[in-house]
């Protein structure tokens, strides 16, 4: 049941993500409100469950966005599998915890979607880190923290979603 919760969920914020994110982007960088909702997902769950929605997730955002078919799906479940490394028992995340699992997820993500979309074209891969992959790293970190200051209390119910 509360896998389908989640699905629900992810269309809603894919929704958002397709149509209603560009209203906040500052210089053509927005954040990635799918990959926070998968951040938040591999926190909660197994690193094989957490894996498999974050491939998922990624391949609907493919299908949806007409992007390269398949590099979102591979990009967010690696995302999705190297979160999974961050969980903690208790569920009790820190706000520096937080900031640094957002922060370095994004960062891997954004490097790994960058290096395959950009292979074969001119463009340097340090000029596009510096001045796309971390500050879109921390304005996703910044959204994250203010969704979860916000919806902390239903994130990390210990009872199902």
């Not at 370095?104 to 510096?130: A, E, M, N, P, W």
């Amino acid at each position: 049941m509360k896998y389908v919760k989640y699905a629900i969920i992810f269309f809603i914020v894919l929704v958002i993500d397709l149509n209603v994110i560009e209203i906040i982007s500052i210089k053509g960088i927005t954040p990635d409100i799918i990959l926070i909702y998968l951040i938040f997902i591999s926190l909660r769950e197994t690193q094989a469950a957490s894996t498999i929605i974050g491939f998922s997730a990624g391949l609907l955002q493919d299908l949806f966005s007409l992007s390269m078919l398949g590099l979102s799906s591979l990009t967010k479940s690696i995302s999705c599998f190297i979160t999974a490394f961050f969980q903690r028992a208790k569920r009790n995340y820190s706000i520096m915890h937080l900031t640094i699992v957002f922060f370095i997820i994004t960062v891997i993500h954004d490097r790994i979607y960058q290096f395959i979309f950009l292979l074969g074209t001119d463009q340097k891969l340090f000029k596009s880190f510096l001045y796309h992959s971390v500050p879109k790293a921390i304005y996703t970190t910044i959204v994250a923290l203010i969704l979860n200051f916000i919806f902390g209390r239903i994130l990390w119910d210990t009872r199902e979603i």
